[in-house]
């Protein structure tokens, strides 16, 4: 059976990795002060936070697992962890010493701040491990100096401005964060093509099965999961490379479907909404209206 290791506070990850609590909700961690690991001979560690977590390692130690994706851990990488999930670590059972660094603070942190209403923004809290943030050395240098003003802010103790400022930083570093990500899409263009043509061949291949009767309308969530992708990730590259969200991209391709049925096939419109994976044809009817600025009757009329 796998060892599983609970981290439900910041004060115990703290004390696992030999780094003082200077606030019980938040701390900057330097894995170089953890005493050294062989997680007792386990093949398989599986760890779970309660908290957010975005991790710098500065050497490999271990593959990381997040569900059925693996990463092996570069210098220079980032990895987001939200609270509640569980990360696996499969590693060799030998002995090594934990480098790099890592910001971890709890969601009690940020209630009643602006941050508090954005987090759920930063969807890369949710993404696999193999959709990491990899960092220049500028951007890696920008992470360090983030890191350094929060820790001299919990270094300074706490005062009435301290939660405002702390999360007013935080804040700012998961922004700088939302820039490389975009820059990480941009550079990665020839690789996102590529997902952007199989995610077409996914959805032609759906509408040539009997999918659209047993499953229903194509979700994002099963594109991205016939991409080995996870679902944040998956939508967001989208909307880099097309502009359009990815329901959107689903939605486009039911419309062009549609079309050729309304001309082609002779059917009613009820008989080709249920093809497509409609519940209610009236639901198809309205879309249709929505997308082409004609009911499917009309439609086909005009053509």
Known sequence: ????????????????????????????????????????????????????????????????????????????????AGPGQVMEVETDGKVYQPKGYALVFHPDLIHGTSLFKSINDYNFFSYNVNEALHLSERERQIVLDSFSKIHLE?????????????????ELFLNYCDRFYDRQFITRENVNKGILEKFEEVLNSYFTTDKPNTVGLPSVAYCADELHLSANYFGDLIKKETGKSAQEYIQNKIIDVAKDKILVDHLTVNEIAYQLGFKYPQHFSRLFKQRVGYTPNEYRSLN
């Open 1 to 80: 059976m796998n060892k599983v290791v609970k981290f439900n506070t910041v004060s115990e990850y703290n004390a696992f990795n030999n780094s003082e609590t200077l606030h019980p909700l938040i701390s900057v961690i330097d894995f170089s002060k953890a005493d050294e690991r062989s997680w007792e001979g386990e093949k398989t560690v599986r760890i779970y936070y309660g908290f957010y977590c975005i991790f710098l390692k500065d050497i490999k130690c271990g593959d990381l697992r997040y569900g059925c994706d693996y990463y092996d851990y570069q210098e220079g990488t980032l990895v987001f």
């Open 154 to 170: 919990l270094q300074l103790g706490v005062d009435k401005h301290s939660k405002k400022l702390i999360a007013s930083n935080i």
